[in-house]
């Protein structure tokens, strides 16, 4: 047992105790039950995602009638999770299956993530960029893929004069938004909804569009993670922000009052061309009575790298984590079932279903448009954008992010406060975390 963290843990798991009570459910089966041969193990998943509740008690109800296994699911009350997986994972019937959101996540959970390179669910993985490593060890498998880039409208595309062949680079993309902005009377859209910045929408860019001038620095040292962010790419990132703030349905100086219900509708009325957004919009867009025929999404360009071969943003923070605490049962048990998830016809459709594309070798299709998009370009050859902002060190980093960008837009604040909130707000974030 390691003694120090469980020391560490337990000042947490008091605080949490009271927070976690009646938050979550169980199926049907005792934590404590034996297999049907009094020597199969146990599952217990403590689950992050509470929409996806009911439909985990039901996977885990049948699993149960097919092998005889106990699973039980209990579920983490929404922005609870890391509270109650503290207290949990510090008692005698710990969870034998958690989550991390990526390697930040990761460092306050590592000592307690088995090993799954040999695993046989480590292996149903279509690609091992979908693992998360802490050194040579397979510490967490992906277990949901999203996408994320410029959703466009591409009717109101080609009502300006153009097709999606047109924009295959961020001077592309400018030369468009910016015609199209020159003829919006005319017209009678914008080109890009607005950037807004109030807590509903500013993840967008403080975290999704800032992921790419952290990629592309990435990619140039070949790394995956840093203490100090050098911003090599930020001029980059100022060029994409002025194109939308400067070609939107508002005023910069309106965004702080923005939301992202507000972007959401001027896209689907048809107020503008261009959305960034992610894969899971595509249902919101649809109920809203939009049709694939009018949508398509296309990479996120900023003038960096080679264009010509990117991809969508695409990955997770979504990384399924077994309990190296746990008995030898009890692990092979909780290993046993997700395979089963992600091989079975059953297992397989619940997830894609309820939680998204799943990156098995065995996975359910899916009729998400944007995904399809995000498979179209992997297949001819585009190399998609890997989420990164995983390794951003903090939420108050986000936020300094945000401030600045907000403020910047405004005309309350300089590029450079962006540059120091990115910059140099990583360094110090970083070494808060890390002492």
Same mark, same amino acid.
């Given at each position: 047992?390691?003694?120090?963290?469980?020391?560490?843990?337990?000042?947490?798991?008091?605080?949490?105790?009271?927070?976690?009570? !009646?938050?979550?459910?169980?199926?049907?089966?005792?934590?404590?039950?034996?297999?049907?041969?009094?020597?199969?193990?146990?599952?217990?998943?403590?689950?992050?995602?509470?929409?996806?509740?009911?439909?985990?008690?039901?996977?885990?109800?049948?699993?149960?009638?097919?092998? !005889?296994?106990?699973?039980?699911?209990?579920?983490?009350?929404?922005?609870?999770?890391?509270?109650?997986?503290?207290?949990?994972?510090?008692?005698? %019937?710990?969870? =034998?299956?958690?989550?991390?959101?990526?390697?930040?996540?990761?460092?306050?959970?590592?000592?307690?993530?088995?090993?799954?390179?040999?695993?046989?669910?480590?292996?149903?993985? =279509?690609?091992?960029?979908?693992?998360?490593?802490?050194?040579?060890?397979?510490?967490?498998?992906?277990?949901?893929?999203?996408?994320?880039?410029?959703?466009?409208?591409?009717?109101?595309?080609?009502?300006?004069?153009?097709?999606? %062949?047109?924009?295959?680079?961020?001077?592309?993309?400018?030369?468009?938004?910016?015609?199209?902005?020159? +003829?919006?009377?005319?017209?009678?859209?914008?080109?890009?909804?607005?950037?807004?910045?109030?807590?509903?929408?500013?993840? +967008?860019?403080?975290?999704?569009?800032?992921?790419?001038?952290?990629?592309?620095?990435?990619?140039?040292?070949?790394?995956?993670? =840093?203490?100090?962010? %050098?911003?090599?790419?930020?001029?980059?990132?100022?060029?994409?922000?002025?194109?939308?703030?400067?070609?939107?349905?508002?005023?910069?100086?309106?965004?702080?009052?923005?939301?992202?219900?507000?972007?959401?509708?001027?896209?689907?009325?048809?107020?503008?061309?261009?959305?960034?957004?992610?894969?899971?919009?595509?249902?919101?867009?649809?109920?809203? !009575?939009?049709?694939?025929?009018?949508?398509?999404?296309?990479?996120?360009?900023?003038?960096?790298?080679?264009?010509?071969?990117?991809?969508?943003?695409?990955? =997770?923070?979504?990384?399924?984590?077994?309990?190296?605490?746990? #008995?030898?049962?009890?692990?092979?048990?909780?290993?046993?079932?997700?395979?089963?998830?992600?091989? #079975?016809?059953?297992?397989?459709?619940?997830?894609?279903?309820?939680?998204?594309?799943?990156?098995?070798?065995?996975?359910?299709?899916?009729?998400?448009?944007?995904?399809?998009?995000?498979?179209?370009?992997?297949?001819? !050859?585009?190399?998609?954008?890997?989420?990164?902002?995983?390794?951003?060190?903090?939420?108050?980093?986000?936020?300094?992010?945000?401030?600045?960008?907000?403020?910047?837009?405004?005309?309350?604040?300089?590029?450079?406060?962006?540059?120091?909130?990115?910059?140099?707000?990583?360094?110090?974030?970083?070494?808060?975390?890390?002492?």
């Amino acid at each position: 047992m390691k003694m120090k963290k469980v020391l560490a843990l337990g000042l947490i798991a008091m605080m949490a105790a009271a927070t976690f009570a !009646g938050c979550g459910s169980k199926s049907s089966d005792s934590a404590s039950a034996d297999g049907a041969d009094g020597s199969k193990g146990q599952v217990y998943y403590l689950n992050f995602k509470p929409e996806a509740d009911e439909a985990w008690q039901e996977i885990a109800k049948q699993y149960t009638d097919e092998t !005889g296994v106990p699973v039980t699911v209990i579920t983490a009350a929404s922005g609870t999770y890391e509270e109650t997986l503290s207290s949990e994972i510090i008692k005698d %019937e710990a969870p =034998t299956l958690f989550q991390v959101n990526g390697p930040v996540g990761l460092a306050n959970w590592k000592d307690y993530c088995y090993d799954l390179k040999d695993s046989s669910l480590y292996n149903e993985l =279509t690609s091992d960029s979908y693992a998360l490593y802490d050194g040579d060890a397979v510490a967490g498998v992906a277990y949901v893929i999203e996408s994320y880039g410029i959703i466009v409208n591409t009717k109101l595309l080609e009502q300006a004069g153009y097709s999606l %062949e047109d924009i295959a680079s961020f001077d592309d993309l400018k030369k468009v938004a910016e015609d199209i902005t020159a +003829r919006k009377d005319e017209l009678g859209f914008s080109a890009f909804t607005s950037a807004g910045m109030d807590g509903s929408s500013d993840w +967008r860019f403080k975290t999704h569009l800032a992921n790419l001038p952290i990629y592309f620095e990435y990619q140039d040292k070949g790394i995956d993670s =840093t203490d100090a962010i %050098e911003g090599k790419y930020l001029d980059n990132y100022k060029a994409i922000w002025d194109l939308y703030i400067n070609n939107a349905t508002c005023a910069p100086a309106d965004l702080a009052g923005k939301t992202g219900d507000d972007a959401e509708n001027e896209f689907a009325e048809g107020q503008a061309v261009f959305y960034q957004n992610g894969s899971w919009e595509y249902a919101n867009l649809t109920d809203k !009575g939009m049709t694939d025929d009018e949508l398509a999404m296309i990479p996120i360009y900023i003038g960096a790298g080679d264009e010509a071969k990117q991809g969508l943003c695409t990955g =997770t923070e979504n990384y399924w984590c077994v309990n190296s605490e746990a #008995s030898e049962e009890d692990i092979q048990a909780t290993i046993d079932f997700l395979t089963w998830m992600v091989t #079975s016809e059953a297992g397989t459709k619940m997830l894609s279903e309820q939680i998204g594309v799943i990156p098995f070798k065995n996975a359910a299709d899916t009729t998400n448009l944007f995904v399809l998009n995000d498979r179209d370009y992997t297949e001819n !050859g585009k190399t998609p954008v890997s989420w990164n902002f995983t390794t951003m060190p903090s939420e108050e980093w986000k936020n300094g992010v945000g401030s600045a960008l907000t403020a910047y837009a405004a005309g309350t604040g300089s590029w450079d406060d962006v540059v120091a909130a990115f910059v140099d707000g990583w360094a110090s974030e970083y070494a808060a975390a890390n002492n």
